[in-house]
Nanobody, 122 residues
Framework: QVQLVESGGGLVHAGGSLRLSCAAS????????IGWFRQAPGKEREGVSC????????FYADSVKGRFTISTDYAKNTVYLQMDNLKPEDSAVYYC???????????????WGQGTQVTVSA
């Protein structure tokens, strides 16, 4: 089994940037596809990004395309989510999880981190 721990959340002004980290332990990322999901109060959970989709490249939700970038450092066994040009609507708890990416959405697997809060002020 893989254990996932997120870090890097915080408070930022609109237009700013944050980088989230998802450190994996218990197994290497060679065996798992990791992605990011978020949930804001009163809203459904949204698949933000998945490191690999069934089409080969990474998956990004339309709401973050061109602003967020997912990457993997296999030496550090860590997945990153670089978030640029943040908007207030990006405010949510962000979770990393095992994932499957499709053309227009991503589904989460069985392994989750504990979440990290991202708050973007107007």
């Amino acid at each position: 089994q893989v254990q996932l721990v997120e870090s890097g959340g915080g408070l930022v002004h609109a237009g700013g940037s944050l980088r989230l980290s998802c450190a994996a332990s218990g197994s290497t990322l060679d065996y798992y596809n990791i992605g990011w999901f978020r949930q804001a109060p009163g809203k459904e959970r949204e698949g933000v990004s998945c490191s690999t989709s069934i089409y080969g490249g990474p998956f990004y939700a339309d709401s973050v395309k061109g602003r967020f970038t997912i990457s993997t450092d296999y030496a550090k066994n860590t997945v990153y989510l670089q978030m640029d040009n943040l908007k207030p609507e990006d405010s949510a708890v962000y979770y990393c999880a095992t994932c499957v990416g499709y053309e227009n959405y991503a589904t989460a697997g069985d392994f989750w981190g504990q979440g990290t809060q991202v708050t973007v002020s107007a």
